[in-house]
């Protein structure tokens, strides 16, 4: 009966959906667990109210929803739900995504969306194409290709060309984050974790800035390092 709930599209719901990951995703990062269950319900309204939407142009409903990942999940366990054997879990994703292509999925890379932010889908392509043995042996290897691309970079930036530099510079962050596949880190995770380091530090310079009596814009470089330094020890 809600007059704006009426007026809901999936179009217009969209971006709103987007937002509550991205918030669902601050919470997990804060490992602030309360808010977790918050946006895990918030996201569950956003389920619902799709499916709610679909069921009103008779397209499916939230049975059809559960029952398709239901489906998919066995299919996609033959290990679990079928008689397959694997040893480790990279043969469980290499089954994973070999199973997708049966399903009629032309490429690996088919389910990776465009809309994606391009750190996080640099990560997905990578774990994907690893997932059909498209992949370094050893970390060391990829340590060396971010070394070369380094390298790269350098001779292009020194040459002045911006198109190539871009380019390098792509490279450089795409095997920086094939690197990170390695050592098990998630780039998305230790890049925002950084962003709200320097947040913090930068806002406990510009306290102690306002505390002094001045603003930023009035203190030297110097100046501000002191606080930063300071900013680093808490």
């Known amino acids: ?33 309360v808010e977790v269950k918050n946006e895990l319900g918030d996201l569950l309204l956003h389920i619902v109210f ?6 009103e142009t008779d397209d499916f409903d939230i049975a059809d929803v559960c029952n398709d990942i239901c489906e998919k999940l066995i299919s996609r366990h033959p290990h679990i739900y079928g008689d397959v054997k694997v ?11 070999n199973i997708k292509l049966k399903e009629g999925k032309k490429s690996v890379l088919e389910g990776v969306p465009n809309g994606l932010p391009a ?19 050893k970390p060391e290897q990829v340590f060396e290709k971010v070394k070369e691309e380094l390298a790269e970079l350098e001779e292009e930036v020194s040459t002045g060309n911006a198109d190539m530099v871009e380019s390098e510079f792509g490279d450089v962050l795409f095997s920086m984050i094939n690197y990170a596949r390695f050592l098990n880190v998630d780039p998305e995770n230790a890049l925002e974790r950084t962003n709200k380091k320097f947040i913090n530090r930068f806002q ?31």
């Open 1 to 33: 009966q809600c007059p704006w709930d009426k007026k809901q599209t999936m179009q217009t719901l969209r971006h709103l959906t987007i937002e509550e990951t991205y918030e669902l995703g601050d919470a997990i990062l804060d490992d602030n667990l």
């Open 50 to 55: 799709y499916s709610k939407i679909g069921s």
């Open 87 to 97: 040893k480790d879990e990279e043969e469980v994703k290499q089954n994973w995504e």
């Open 119 to 137: 750190l996080v889908k640099a990560n997905r392509i990578q774990d994907k194409v690893a997932g059909v043995g498209f992949d370094w042996e």
């Open 204 to 234: 406990y310079l510009e306290t102690k800035a306002k505390k002094s009596g001045k603003t930023l814009k009035d203190m030297t470089l110097a100046e501000m390092e002191v606080y930063w330094e300071e900013a680093k020890s808490l």
